[in-house]
């Protein structure tokens, strides 16, 4: 099979056919957040132990919780690493630049890509752009009976080099002064409900899960066309920059993708998000409808 380009949205069609390309390279990036303990709203399980006993055929695990992210500061988990550092990861997962990466995580249905689509982001964030995320995830996989294994290997480390992408990264100062210009536009994906609550003044909401979000009822992402109409009603189509942003960077990664499938394709994630923004007492912040 001749080599070719790999979707953003990939269907399991798609990748069923190619799980002995040697090219292909696919991982699953499941985090699982559980109700926390003590002061914490939630608490962080890796989905290694699912991935162990029920994988597509010839996947590696990707830990986004130790190996992807940012450790040092564990009151802003999933913090962008270092270049060298993701690098060095992703080449133990037998991810070269010349791979095709699919991406996939075992989420139920409502949330699904989200993990994925984070892991997606990185890898553009760090010049590779042959990666795209399973629509549907594991969900959509197993319900329409895809082979499954439970058969753990050890990967062939390769050789990725990073090359950092810093215009799909958005920190606290390029927000506060995309509020304040209007050709700008700063997407928040978070709920409504939550958006209502506390949001960065100025920002738009199209959430990235729940009524009017980007996924449909079966958890794969809306069509292009509804995703193009749901940007341009906020003026992202128009926008001369656009940033996405949610909690702690995870459902703004999904954003940033269905921003990208829609034609918009230089999107920056605000990687600390709300986190990052709440944290500063001289950054405001606003409320209501």
């Known amino acids: ?17 190619r799980l002995d390309v040697s090219d292909v ?10 109700a926390g303990s003590g002061e914490k709203n939630y608490d962080l399980k890796s989905g290694y132990d699912h991935w162990s006993e029920a994988h597509i055929p010839g996947s590696q695990f990707a830990d986004l919780i130790e190996d992807l992210s940012e450790t040092e500061n564990p009151e802003y988990p999933f913090q962008l690493p270092t270049p060298d550092v ?29 993990w994925a689509a984070r892991l997606w982001w990185m890898f553009r964030v760090f010049g590779h752009d042959q990666v795209g ?11 329409e009976n895809r082979p499954v294994s439970s058969t753990v290997t050890t990967p062939t480390s390769a050789d990725f080099t990073a090359e950092y992408r810093e215009e799909l990264v958005a920190d606290k100062e390029d927000v ?54 749901q940007f341009s009603e906020v003026g992202a189509t ?15 990664s999904s954003e940033a993708l269905a921003l990208h499938q829609a034609g918009i ?17 001289d950054l405001p912040t606003e409320q209501g409808e």
């Open 176 to 229: 506060r002064t995309q509020i304040e210009d209007s050709d700008a536009c700063v997407i928040n994906a978070l709920q409504s409900g939550d958006h209502a609550a506390e949001r960065i003044p100025n920002s738009v909401n199209i959430p990235a899960v729940g009524d009017e979000g980007v996924l449909d009822t079966d958890g794969t992402y809306v069509s292009d066309d509804t995703l193009r109409e």
């Open 25 to 34: 390279q696919v991982l699953d990036c499941t985090v699982y957040l559980q």
């Open 265 to 281: 394709t230089d999107v920056a994630v605000y990687d600390g998000s709300l986190s990052d923004w709440t944290a500063d007492p």
């Open 238 to 252: 128009d926008a001369d920059t656009v940033t996405t942003y949610c909690g702690a960077g995870i459902a703004a």
């Open 86 to 114: 993701f690098a060095s990861a992703v080449s133990e997962l037998g991810v070269s630049n010349d791979s095709r990466v699919v991406l996939y995580d075992t989420v139920d249905q409502g949330n699904n890509n989200e």
């Open 1 to 17: 099979m001749s080599k070719d380009t790999i979707p953003t949205l990939v269907n399991p069609e798609w990748l069923e056919t």
């Open 133 to 143: 995320v399973l629509n549907g995830g594991w969900p959509r996989w197993t319900a």
